[in-house]
T-cell receptor, first 108, second 112 residues
Framework: LAKTTQPISMDSYEGQEVNITCSHN???????ITWYQQFPSQGPRFIIQ???TKVTNEVASLFIPADRKSSTLSLPRVSLSDTAVYYC?????????FGSGTKLNVKP | EAQVTQNPRYLITVTGKKLTVTCSQN?????MSWYRQDPGLGLRQIYY???????DKGDVPEGYKVSRKEKRNFPLILESPSPNQTSLYFC???????????FGPGTRLLVL
């Protein structure tokens, strides 16, 4: 299963839009892209998933270029409560690779 | 309330003493999985199960066993724990392949 690469950490301020980019150069045709959020001492929580182009839900947007070698999670107008670790992962059937994640720190 | 439960939440044991971490889900999900989380390494999949009596290895299965005798339960077994299995363990379930996974609260294990 192809691996993903994300920035280790990012800082932002309340009210800003945050974009976290994930690289997955070796993504396979059958791989889907999904993002999870994790707060300290809790299990990860699903945010959004997609295969190509753009996907939007009530909390985030996911942009996937045509070559699918990267993806960008966009969080509109973050708040302090969005401080967490964000994981980009690929999944294929029942195998998931989480990677190390991006620690987002939202400042007041 | 739909949830995944794990027991125990915290466990301290000694090398070689067999232990079992239980996982149960009440959502009638077919797919269940175990992960371990270590600093700097993110979450790594240990084993997964597609349905009762159907299990397969994830990325780091060495030193672990699982069983799936009932749909709702998916215990993780460490036959002879070693200090390198000290970690935070998460169980997860979903209702179909690749679908949203629901994670349990985690079990923090320390092997001395």
């Amino acid at each position: 299963l192809a691996k993903t690469t994300q920035p280790i950490s990012m800082d932002s301020y309340e009210g800003q839009e945050v974009n976290i980019t994930c690289s997955h150069n070796n993504i396979a045709t059958n791989d889907y892209i999904t993002w999870y959020q994790q707060f300290p001492s809790q299990g990860p929580r699903f945010i959004i998933q997609g295969y190509k182009t753009k996907v939007t839900n009530e909390v985030a947007s996911l942009f996937i270029p045509a070559d699918r070698k990267s993806s960008t999670l966009s969080l509109p107008r973050v708040s302090l409560s969005d401080t967490a670790v964000y994981y980009c992962l690929l999944y294929n059937f029942n195998k998931f690779y989480f990677g190390s994640g991006t620690k987002l720190n939202v400042k007041p | 309330e739909a949830q995944v439960t794990q027991n125990p939440r915290y466990l301290i044991t000694v090398t070689g003493k067999k232990l079992t971490v239980t996982c149960s889900q009440n959502m009638n999900h077919e797919y269940m999985s175990w992960y371990r989380q270590d600093p700097g390494l993110g979450l790594r999949q240990i084993y997964y199960s597609m349905n009762v009596e159907v299990t397969d290895k994830g990325d780091v299965p060495e030193g672990y066993k699982v069983s799936r005798k009932e749909k709702r339960n998916f215990p993780l077994i460490l036959e002879s724990p070693s200090p390198n299995q000290t970690s935070l363990y998460f169980c997860a379930s979903s209702n179909e392949e690749g679908a949203t996974q629901y994670f349990g609260p985690g079990t923090r294990l320390l092997v001395l």
